[in-house]
């Protein structure tokens, strides 16, 4: 069989086959944000026996990670070189992404072909908010959270008008992870555990969602042209619009001085694994509810 009469391996290759026969680019893009891709590893790889590596490929531009629509695809470009690999949504592959300068080449050789540069990769993969919305118009707008210090409540509950800055996450994203020490570990911020082991948490569902910004960028200015981002951070930034962890997809979002809008809640996740609620906003009154707890 050669490249030009490879069939469709499944629904999902019919779709994009056709998509792509008829100049629809951007549905094909829909069909591969939504796809599971098969990635090149080597059999001791599959076997458990090292660790997987990308396979690239390089050009005068660029380096390019290699992916496939189906391991027939993959078997076919790459002349039956390829015979193991592992299975990662456009999500997984930017959550552990090697470098922001590379691109993704999807079926490399074959007729229907896509080369993604880094920024359309990043936009992929990881959709801002109000995006997130178009797609999903039936999801509402997410509740996101934020890791706070013991530090930072106090003056938190002393604001009438609460603001905060930096990093959230989405909410939904971390609701499999029942213990403090996890979760920190997964946002990278284990120096906001409690001399307890306890986390403490704000959540709140947001208003102007412009003004969540995903942060596409890089470690130093290359990093970020290459993204066409916004944002320089230092190591481990991802730059993708997700939390560097390589283990787990975590949507975050940047924002400056934002106002917390009513019903806004500080949790305790304790090391039990239970939360319990310390505190509501109310917006029309202007100032924190404290909750008791119960002995």
Not at 119 to 130: I, N, Q, S
Not at 175 to 185: E, F, G, K, Q, R
């Amino acid at each position: 069989m050669t490249a030009d009469d490879h069939p469709p391996a499944g629904p999902f290759e019919e779709r994009l086959w056709a998509a792509y026969r008829d100049g629809q680019r951007a549905l094909c893009l829909s069909l591969l944000r939504e796809a599971d891709l098969a990635l090149p590893i080597t059999a001791a790889a599959a076997e458990g026996r090292e660790a997987p590596a990308w396979a690239t490929a390089a050009d005068a531009g660029r380096t390019w990670v290699l992916a496939y629509t189906s391991v027939e695809a993959m078997r076919l470009s790459t002349g039956g070189a390829a015979t193991h690999c592992r299975v990662g949504s456009m999500a997984e592959l930017a959550a552990g992404w090697p470098d922001p300068r590379w691109g993704l080449a999807v079926n490399p050789g074959l007729p229907v072909a896509f080369m993604l540069e880094p920024g359309t990769l990043a936009r992929l993969a990881v959709p801002t908010m109000a995006q997130d919305l178009l797609l999903e118009p039936g999801s509402g707008v997410p509740v996101v959270q934020k890791l706070l210090a013991p530090g930072d409540i106090p003056g938190l509950l002393a604001a009438a008008e609460p603001r905060v800055s930096g990093y959230c996450h989405h909410a939904l994203d971390v609701s499999h992870i029942a213990t403090p020490a996890v979760l920190a570990a997964a946002l990278g911020r284990p120096d906001l555990l409690t001399g307890s082991g306890s986390l403490n948490i704000l959540r709140w569902r947001p208003v102007g969602l412009g003004l969540y910004r995903t942060p596409y960028g890089g470690t130093d200015e290359e990093g970020r042209a290459a993204v066409a981002g916004w944002v320089v951070e230092e190591p481990p930034f991802v730059g993708m619009g997700l939390v560097p962890s390589v283990d787990n997809v975590i949507r975050e979002y940047k924002v400056y001085g934002v106002g917390l809008p009513h019903g806004s809640e500080i949790w305790e996740l304790t090391v039990e694994g239970t939360e319990h609620r310390k505190a509501i906003y109310h917006g029309d009154l202007r100032r924190w509810l404290l909750i008791g707890t119960r002995s």
